[in-house]
């Protein structure tokens, strides 16, 4: 089984600087991902940034990076130059058996003006 | 290509009452899953559905039934409503192949029990 966990309930950030969102991860499978999917206050599940195990380089798309570290089991996600817009809950997942997905339970990043 | 949609976007039942939530996707693809959003619990798989004529339970599947009815819809239903039902119910797909298996999200369903 598959365990993500979030310890971060809630983040603050000023408008232009960079936040970390952290994410561990416990798998057994030798190989595996990991997902980021943004919430906005309108609801809707936005995918951010995936990460292969064996991928050799940090996954980035675009002001998101994916600070992945495989001895520590965590898959941070890193957004640079923090936007008014980019308050949201931000869920980190894994896939599974049959590709379904095993979620944390969220972090609600607020930036600030 | 509208992606995965779901009817209704809001419901309120009595208790007891049955329903059934309705996800359809046009991506043509394998594999759809239902989840349930409850505060600070992220979100919970309910059932997936592997291929067409293929279901299996996830985390927290009592209370609840699935039909694939055909590869582009997947319904979940309540036969007897509880309170503790009431959730954001999200549907979601996945063609399962490549190297990113990006799974797309219905808007989900608002559900109130009392």
């Known amino acids: 089984a598959q365990k993500i966990t979030q310890t971060q309930p809630g983040m603050f950030v000023q408008e232009k600087e960079a936040v970390t969102l952290d994410c561990t991860y416990d798998t057994s499978d030798q190989s595996y991902g990991l997902f980021w999917y943004k919430q906005p206050s309108s609801g809707e599940m936005i995918f951010l940034i995936y990460q292969g195990s064996y991928d050799e380089q940090n996954a980035t798309e675009g002001r998101y990076s994916l600070n992945f570290q495989k001895a520590r089991k965590s898959a941070n996600l890193v957004i640079s130059a923090s936007q008014l817009g980019d308050s949201a809950m931000y869920f980190c997942?894994?896939?599974?058996?049959?590709?379904?997905?095993?979620f944390g339970k969220g972090t609600l990043l607020t930036v600030n003006p | 290509n509208a992606g995965v949609t779901q009817t209704p976007k809001f419901q309120v039942l009595k208790t007891g009452q049955s329903m059934t939530l309705q996800c359809a996707q046009d991506m043509n693809h394998n594999s759809m899953y239902w989840y349930r959003q409850d505060p600070g619990m992220g979100l919970r798989l309910i059932y997936y559905s592997a291929s067409e004529g293929t279901t299996d339970k996830g985390e927290v599947p009592n209370g609840y039934n699935v039909s694939r009815l055909n590869k582009r819809e997947f319904s979940l239903r309540l036969e007897s409503a509880a309170p503790s039902q009431t959730s954001v119910y999200f549907c979601a797909s996945s063609d399962g192949t490549g190297s990113i298996y990006e799974q797309y999200f219905g808007p989900g369903t608002r559900l109130t029990v009392t």
């Open positions: 997942a894994m896939p599974g058996s049959n590709y379904k997905l095993t």
